[in-house]
């Protein structure tokens, strides 16, 4: 899986390809607009991470321009602009997702996950792990070939670990993925763990392996091979 | 509302009303005034003429003294009388009203009288004379008439001007209304002014101009200063955190120091929380939100209850809702939504676990009631970062938010305390 982070900002660039990196992700840098419109002329990505203020141009053109040469890579917008006019026209140009700063890595790559996986699995939207199969398009989870009822948070809850494999996640992320704007302005975050619990339960009540785990108390990581 | 003319209208009408009322004496006095002169003129000119004529004739005294006798009986109105010379007097000039001895019906007639001394064969005689004049009351009622006559004359003609004006002057002016109204500084759209040669509307729209590119200009320096201000904010935040989610995957990490990465995982996500905060509150106070949207009040309320549903639950408060279908109004509903998160939120914050919650929406108020234990101080209530209670863990602009969003929509928000129940009350 190739991944172009377009992005001014060294630091974040380093952090997200660190992050990304195993997992068959394989990242490439682009600091600026020349160097991101170069690369795409050249080259194709499975994701394209866009940070819409380029210091030598606005990361929109870049859209522009993969729309008007067909390219099918995915698009995920990251922006520190909150600014819904800036959402609409990004998604209006062709963007799949955005994202505000500062988010968390996790949400990141859950996102880049479900793009990478609506645009080349078209039809065959299913994820395996052993005995578990997730149909992301029917929303159904099935263990043994046995559906189980989740409800819209723990399923969600669960694409959410599965595109985050072997990465260790803290409560307070997963609380901030769940509640959005809202999380910290709630005393605890004691929902975010009982809706793990009960997506826990239900896993290995239909005879799932042990494959969510919970690490220092209050982390959580989903652990696969 | 009255449009401007119709109200210059009324005064000027009313102020032609006066004028004329005044004129109906004035003009009764000006013409009796006249017409006594003339006829003291003419009654002066028949005494003169008669002792002319009776000298003329050059009669002996005895008949004339019958002439006279036969003048006073055939001759109405007037009178010869003979009077000593010491009675000699100044003419006499004065007027009398009596009843009219011939006519079938008694009425009422007004008399210019002169009694002017006249010589006939150098001998005084006391001329008088008598000549009917028009009764005043006719002569009032006339020029009434007349005025009313003219006053309802220039009504008309001033409510057909007006009509007339008011569709050609005002042109300019109300093109120039219309294009404000459709001004949206959020949209930025230059307003083109039509020409006019009225110098008022041209200055208007100059000085309207003016106003308005200023206003652009002053409006897109704020907005890029604050998505600037956003960008250098975030930026750092998100290398904060997105180090603090590179550092959780250490496997060396310990327990103790994995507390800590969640403890500074949680500082982050409220000061990020504040400045997206404080960049909202700073747009709502540019105006960068449009107001024009049609916001369905009560789905938005059903939404948030649904989304906070599960936090009620785990606080176990028994909500009690009261929310009445489509209640719609003319704001913006990102905001609203907003606000009604916030009242929400802040209800849940501050309820203690088995308390209650009371949600009640109409037509005009939305109300959200919780159990607590003491007054807020309702001075430091609504400002910014002002701490109500020892808990540390919200934004310290929530409230703050809400109050410049009831400011924004021009609705009234309140805050009681009443049986131990907190209650905010939106009038929208």
């Excluded at chain 1, 239909?206 to 959580?220: D, I, N, Q, R, S």
Aim: with cysteine; proline share 2%.
């Amino acid at each position: 899986m190739k991944i172009l982070i377009i992005e001014d900002e060294t630091e974040l660039a380093k952090s997200i390809s660190e992050y990304l990196s195993g997992e068959n992700y394989l990242c490439e840098f682009a600091s600026t607009y020349n160097d991101a419109m170069n690369k795409i002329e050249f080259f194709s990505y499975d994701c394209i991470l866009l940070d819409i203020m380029l210091p030598d141009g606005n990361g929109l053109t870049i859209l522009e321009e993969l729309k008007r040469q067909n390219k099918q890579d995915g698009v995920i917008i990251i922006s520190a602009k909150n600014a819904l006019d800036d959402k609409i026209s990004g998604l209006q140009l062709g963007a799949d997702d955005y994202l505000t700063k500062p988010f968390h890595l996790s949400e990141l790559m859950a996102r880049i996950y479900s793009i990478i996986r609506r645009k080349q699995f078209n039809n065959s939207n299913v994820i395996k792990q052993n005995e578990l199969q997730i149909d992301l398009l029917a929303k159904t989870v099935s263990i043994n070939n046995k559906t189980i009822v989740l409800t819209k948070k723990e399923f969600d809850l669960l694409i959410y670990f599965v595109g985050n494999k072997n990465k260790v996640i803290s409560k307070s992320t997963l609380a901030e993925h769940l509640s959005g704007d809202f999380a910290d302005m709630l005393d605890n975050h004691d929902f975010v763990y009982a809706h793990v619990k009960n997506l826990k339960k239900k896993l290995y009540d239909a005879g799932c392996e042990h494959y969510l785990k919970t690490v220092y108390g209050t982390g959580y990581k989903w652990e696969s091979n | 509302m009255k449009p401007l003319l119709s109200r210059t209208t009324k005064p000027f009408i009313i102020y032609v009303l006066i004028i004329l009322v005044i004129s109906i004496p004035v003009y009764y006095f000006v013409v009796d005034a006249i017409w006594k002169g003339e006829l003291d003129e003419h009654n002066t000119t028949i005494a003169r003429k008669t002792a002319y004529e009776f000298n003329n004739l050059k009669l002996s005294d005895a008949a004339l003294e019958k002439s006279i006798a036969l003048w006073n009986q055939i001759q109405p109105g007037t009178d010869i009388e003979k009077i000593p010379f010491n009675h000699v007097k100044k003419d006499m000039f004065f007027t009398v009203e009596k009843q009219k001895t011939f006519a079938s019906k008694p009425e009422i007639e007004r008399y210019r009288c002169l009694k002017k001394v006249i010589y006939i064969h150098h001998a005084p005689y006391l001329f008088t004379v008598e000549t009917n004049i028009e009764e005043s009351q006719e002569t009032v009622a006339a020029i009434a008439l007349i005025t009313v006559f003219f006053f309802v004359l220039i009504v008309v003609g001033l409510l057909f001007l007006n009509k007339k004006l008011s569709t050609s002057i005002w042109k300019p002016f109300r093109h120039t209304l219309d294009q404000l109204k459709t001004f949206n500084l959020n949209n930025q759209t230059k307003i083109e002014f039509d020409n006019t040669d009225i110098s008022e509307f041209e200055e208007l729209n100059q000085s309207l101009s003016k106003l308005i590119e200023h206003n652009i200009s002053v409006f897109k320096t704020q907005k890029e200063f604050t998505e600037n201000a956003s960008h250098e904010l975030q930026t750092p935040l998100a290398i904060l955190k997105n180090k603090l989610d590179i550092l959780l995957q250490d496997e060396d990490l310990t327990e103790k120091q994995y507390q800590i990465t969640e403890e500074m995982n949680k500082a982050l996500t409220r000061s990020s929380r504040i400045n997206k905060n404080l960049l909202l509150l700073a747009k709502i106070d540019n105006s960068q939100f449009d107001n024009t949207e049609i916001i369905y009040f009560d789905r938005l309320l059903h939404q948030s209850m649904e989304i906070l549903q599960e936090h009620f639950e785990l606080k176990n408060i028994s909500v009690n809702e009261n929310i009445s279908s489509s209640v719609k109004v003319n704001g913006n509903s990102s905001l609203t939504e907003v606000l009604i998160n916030n009242l929400i939120l802040n209800a849940i914050r501050h309820t203690p676990p088995d308390g209650s919650i009371s949600v009640t929406l109409t037509d005009s108020l939305f109300e959200i009631a919780n159990s607590g234990t003491e007054k807020l101080n309702t001075d430091l209530l609504f400002k910014r970062f002002s701490k109500l209670s020892a808990d540390h863990s919200g934004s310290g602009l929530g409230l703050a938010i809400i109050s410049e969003i009831c400011k924004f929509h021009q609705w009234k928000i309140n805050y009681t305390f009443e049986n131990n129940t907190h209650i905010f009350s939106v009038m929208i």
